[in-house]
């Protein structure tokens, strides 16, 4: 089994503690980072993350029309996952921007999804990178894992998830497009149908 992850972007885990460094020193700090030694954090290596657009989705687009956005790491203390941090990065590759540092239950799911895909036979057989992917539109995000031989690409949507997919649930590709398609489809109709002439 391999599961790799893209290599750190420049300057990117240096942004992140400077920004938790930040965070934490906050009167009024987030409860995640409280009662925490934010020089004790360890952050995993980062995965890049890829955005889905609805219109393109609607339209019959796939997976080629992920744009990737930045990469994310996972922060985590000794008792777990508790936090993920998002860096973007310039037309060169190094990190520029701390874009977000979030807590909530995908934190935690992404730390147990790959926990519980490093056990999948199909996962095992094969070697993949680790990325993120997330439809904002819909509130959907998953692993993506792409395979490194040009084999089959796998799916695991992170819980929560829309009635329409399963969470912590191996999807083939088409499999995923066909579920979250029509609530793209939805989406994109009921955008146009509000859009100002």
């Not at 799911?109 to 095992?124: E, H, I, N, P, S």
């Amino acid at each position: 089994m391999s599961l790799r992850f893209a290599p750190e972007p420049p300057g990117g885990s240096t942004i992140v503690r400077g920004g938790l460094g930040r965070l934490a020193a906050r009167p009024q700090r987030p409860a995640a980072l409280k009662a925490l030694d934010v020089h004790a954090l360890t952050l995993s290596a980062p995965h890049a993350v890829y955005d889905l657009r609805a219109d393109e989705i609607s339209r019959g687009g796939g997976l080629e029309t992920a744009h990737r956005t930045g990469f994310r790491y996972i922060v985590s203390a000794e008792g777990g996952a508790v936090a993920a941090a998002e860096v973007h990065t310039d037309n060169k590759g190094a990190a520029t921007l701390l874009a977000n540092v979030n807590y909530g239950p995908f934190v935690e799911a992404t730390a147990r999804g790959l926990g519980q895909l490093a056990t999948q036979d199909q996962v095992r057989a094969g070697a993949f990178e680790v990325r993120l992917l997330r439809f904002s539109a819909i509130a959907v995000m998953a692993l993506w894992l792409k395979s490194d031989s040009g084999g089959a690409d796998l799916i695991y949507p992170l819980a929560p998830v829309p009635e329409e997919l399963q969470g912590e649930r191996v999807y083939s590709v088409s499999d995923f497009l066909n579920a979250i398609r029509p609530i793209a489809q939805t989406r994109t109709a009921s955008e146009g149908s509000n859009a100002v002439p």
